[in-house]
């Protein structure tokens, strides 16, 4: 069962990136990449993460695939997407990205790939995280707050026009 | 259960997806989603390492990712909008000021 629905999770996952690299139309690539993570999302909660699997959904999913499609609706190209670049790159950009795969799983598939998932269970629930949240990492949550509060005051003093009031 | 070798794998085709479309793609907001799809595969990464290690610390340090994944979000595409509000193109070949 369990591998049952890591296959199809998987897949879509897969599938979703794959389709936003072939299609060319922005507006369907944000939606090809809200399945890629809510499938995702649905992999953190098959690793017993439910917290994250939520907010995965509910942040990435939600609030920035509207964020991007806004955008997309705001900057509404009347020409379309521009033509394709010189032929030769995208050979070589998956040329290269082929490498690169197999520099990433040669040490997976040599020593992880058989290392069985623990036996015991991990409580990923909202109370134990907020707890070590407030208590071990008390600092790094405030900076991130920090953090927002600097990239709002940045996106509003960026798009401000120069003669608005 | 499901070996973590498996969610390693594929963590690593997604970061190899997010670059081959960040080098492919040609306009300025599908190369900053191919950001997020890499980002989205590191997270990945971190969720089975703590479920493998039974520890909780992999899981805040998502947290800590998406947060910064959403301000990063928010001022890129306030970047994109200040470009295409100055030069009318977001195309990424036609912003060569320092080409030279």
């Known amino acids: 069962m369990y591998y049952f629905l890591f296959l199809i999770l998987s897949i879509m996952a897969v599938g979703g990136v794959i389709g936003m690299i072939l299609s060319r139309n922005q507006a369907y690539n944000a939606l090809f990449l809200v399945l890629s993570f809510a499938s995702l999302g649905g992999l953190y909660a098959l690793l017993d993460a439910p917290f994250i699997a939520t907010i995965q959904i509910i942040i990435y999913a939600g609030a920035i695939i509207v964020l991007f499609l806004f955008v997309i609706m705001i900057i509404n190209l009347k020409k379309g997407l521009p033509q394709e670049r010189k032929k030769w790159i995208p050979y070589l950009a998956i040329f290269l990205g082929v490498i690169f795969l197999f520099q990433i799983i040669y040490p997976v598939i040599s020593n992880l790939i058989f290392f069985k998932q623990q036996k015991g269970i991990i409580e990923g629930s909202p109370l134990n995280l907020g707890s070590a949240l407030f208590s071990e990492y008390l600092y790094p949550f405030e900076i991130t707050s920090l953090i927002i509060i600097i990239a709002l005051i940045g996106a509003v003093v960026l798009l401000k026009r120069k003669g608005a009031k | ?100």
Not at chain 2, 2 to 28: N, V
Not at chain 2, 34 to 52: G, Q, T
Request: hydrophobic letters at 60%; glycine letters at 6%.
């Open chain 2, 1 to 100: 259960m499901i070996p973590i070798g498996y969610y390693l794998i594929l963590s690593g085709i997604l970061f190899t997806l997010g670059i081959i479309a960040f080098f492919i793609k040609k306009d300025l907001i599908t190369m900053f989603m191919s950001i997020e799809i890499m980002l989205n595969s590191a997270n990945l990464a971190f969720i089975a390492f703590s479920r493998n290690l039974l520890s909780i610390n992999g899981q805040i340090v998502v947290f800590f990712i998406i947060t910064l994944a959403a301000a990063e979000a928010c001022l890129g595409l306030a970047i994109i909008l200040l470009i295409f509000r100055q030069r009318k193109t977001i195309r990424s070949e036609e912003i060569n000021l320092m080409k030279g």
